[in-house]
């Protein structure tokens, strides 16, 4: 049982926008306080739900460390600290070697099957893994990939993303009826090869939808000009926009019909989450992903998935979706269902029944 616990999380950031779960859970739960890096952005967090702000050590997130916390902990009596950050954060090293049990909520995926010298790097992983109370990853792929990588069995996980988007900037928005004959593609992401926005370039111009299709690309990145000469040169009917705001990406959903996520795997990452996908499906729009990392979990419909780097592939997708409008529209619905378990309301109420797991398991042992 969760009653009168006293649970402490302890964040990598103090931006209120990156912290709707954990605002959601102190609302939930009074129990719960919040630790944050001494940053201006703390002040940016409701008057109902304050973290408190700790002076700190180190720039990155994994290697920074709040000054003062651990006798916080201590003096305090916290029942649990949950953690968001990776087993091998210094955060994470220091905490788990205290007497107060602790729940590590990462969102990396890939672990044993990186290369030698990007697991090097990783200092004390199964140290960890072996000391923790309960381990979190924001989607099913690292989860399963740090139970490889030396999460024991009996170890109590759950999938919990860490950093949902406010349901209220992408309320659902009424599908558009494409009896026009065109369907319109979003894409929305940085403008990197690993991202995949050359597939959604080249895949309107592929037979099934030459003609028939127009896209908008929303980001900025070291491809950008790349992008724009590609879509000359073969006549793809595409807006490279550039850099967008919040509202931007919002305005651009309800344009669309279809979102495409076309990442690319590479031996060093692979999609550890999509949250322009959650967006999409808040605001009530099908996805067309590649089957990487987190994708196919997100997406939830094989139907959608499409090898990485094939834009045939993603093309024949869409074409089924626009020569079939009450698929379409279905599958927009379906969306709509499956984002609201990514709700920070969904979430919070996952991970307060999680946090009753692991000290329940605790009082067991």
Same mark, same amino acid.
């Given at each position: 049982?969760?009653?009168? $616990?006293?649970?402490?999380?302890?964040?990598?950031?103090?931006?209120?926008?990156?912290?709707?779960?954990?605002?959601?859970?102190?609302?939930?739960?009074?129990?719960?306080?919040? &630790?944050?890096?001494?940053?201006?952005?703390?002040?940016?967090?409701?008057?109902?739900?304050?973290?408190?702000?700790?002076? &700190?050590?180190?720039?990155?997130?994994?290697?920074?460390?709040?000054?003062?916390?651990?006798?916080? #902990?201590?003096?305090?009596?916290?029942?649990?600290?949950?953690?968001?950050?990776?087993?091998?954060?210094?955060?994470?090293?220091?905490?788990?070697?205290?007497?107060?049990?602790?729940?590590?909520?990462?969102?990396?995926?890939?672990?044993?099957?990186?290369?030698?010298?990007?697991?090097?790097?990783? &200092?004390?992983?199964?140290?960890?893994?072996?000391?923790?109370?309960?381990?979190?990853?924001?989607?099913?792929?690292?989860?399963?990939?740090?139970?490889?990588?030396?999460?024991?069995?009996?170890?109590?996980? $759950?999938?919990?993303?860490?950093?949902?988007?406010?349901?209220?900037?992408?309320?659902?928005?009424?599908?558009?009826?494409?009896?026009?004959?065109?369907?319109?593609?979003? &894409?929305?992401?940085?403008?990197?090869?690993?991202?995949?926005?050359?597939?959604?370039?080249?895949?309107?111009?592929?037979?099934?939808?030459?003609?028939?299709?127009?896209?908008? #690309?929303?980001?900025?990145?070291?491809?950008?000009?790349?992008?724009?000469?590609?879509?000359?040169? #073969?006549?793809?009917?595409?807006?490279?926009?550039?850099?967008?705001?919040?509202?931007?990406?919002?305005?651009?959903?309800?344009?669309?019909?279809?979102?495409?996520?076309?990442?690319?795997?590479?031996?060093?990452?692979?999609?550890?989450?999509?949250?322009?996908?959650?967006? $999409?499906?808040?605001?009530?729009?099908?996805?067309?992903?590649?089957?990487?990392?987190?994708?196919?979990?997100?997406?939830?419909?094989?139907?959608?998935?499409?090898?990485?780097?094939?834009?045939?592939?993603?093309?024949? #997708?869409?074409?089924?979706?626009?020569? $079939?409008?009450?698929?379409?529209?279905?599958?927009?619905?379906?969306?709509?269902?499956?984002?609201?378990?990514?709700?920070?309301?969904?979430?919070?109420?996952?991970?307060?029944?999680?946090?009753?797991?692991?000290?329940?398991?605790?009082?067991?042992?």
């Amino acid at each position: 049982m969760l009653s009168g $616990a006293r649970v402490a999380m302890v964040l990598p950031l103090a931006d209120a926008r990156a912290a709707h779960l954990c605002i959601e859970c102190m609302r939930r739960h009074p129990g719960v306080s919040v &630790f944050v890096p001494s940053q201006p952005e703390a002040a940016s967090w409701p008057a109902d739900a304050r973290p408190t702000p700790l002076p &700190f050590l180190g720039t990155r997130h994994n290697s920074q460390w709040l000054s003062g916390l651990e006798a916080i #902990i201590a003096g305090d009596r916290f029942d649990l600290v949950h953690l968001l950050g990776e087993p091998w954060s210094l955060s994470a090293l220091r905490l788990v070697r205290g007497q107060t049990p602790v729940v590590v909520h990462g969102v990396e995926n890939l672990c044993a099957e990186a290369p030698l010298a990007y697991r090097a790097r990783r &200092f004390g992983v199964r140290y960890v893994l072996g000391r923790v109370a309960g381990y979190v990853n924001w989607g099913e792929s690292g989860l399963r990939a740090f139970a490889a990588c030396g999460l024991p069995a009996a170890t109590p996980r $759950a999938v919990i993303s860490g950093a949902p988007p406010d349901p209220a900037r992408f309320p659902p928005a009424p599908a558009r009826a494409v009896d026009d004959g065109v369907l319109r593609l979003l &894409f929305v992401g940085r403008l990197v090869a690993e991202k995949g926005a050359e597939d959604v370039v080249r895949m309107t111009c592929e037979p099934p939808l030459r003609g028939r299709v127009r896209a908008r #690309i929303l980001g900025e990145g070291p491809e950008q000009r790349a992008l724009r000469a590609l879509a000359t040169r #073969i006549g793809a009917p595409v807006e490279i926009a550039g850099a967008a705001t919040e509202d931007d990406v919002r305005r651009a959903m309800v344009w669309s019909d279809v979102v495409v996520v076309p990442s690319r795997p590479t031996a060093r990452w692979t999609e550890q989450w999509g949250r322009v996908v959650v967006e $999409a499906m808040l605001t009530q729009r099908a996805v067309i992903a590649t089957d990487s990392g987190e994708l196919p979990f997100l997406v939830g419909d094989p139907g959608l998935l499409a090898p990485p780097s094939s834009p045939a592939a993603l093309a024949r #997708i869409a074409a089924r979706l626009l020569d $079939a409008p009450a698929l379409l529209r279905a599958k927009q619905e379906d969306a709509a269902v499956r984002g609201q378990r990514h709700t920070p309301a969904a979430l919070a109420t996952r991970t307060l029944a999680f946090w009753a797991e692991v000290l329940d398991a605790r009082r067991r042992r």
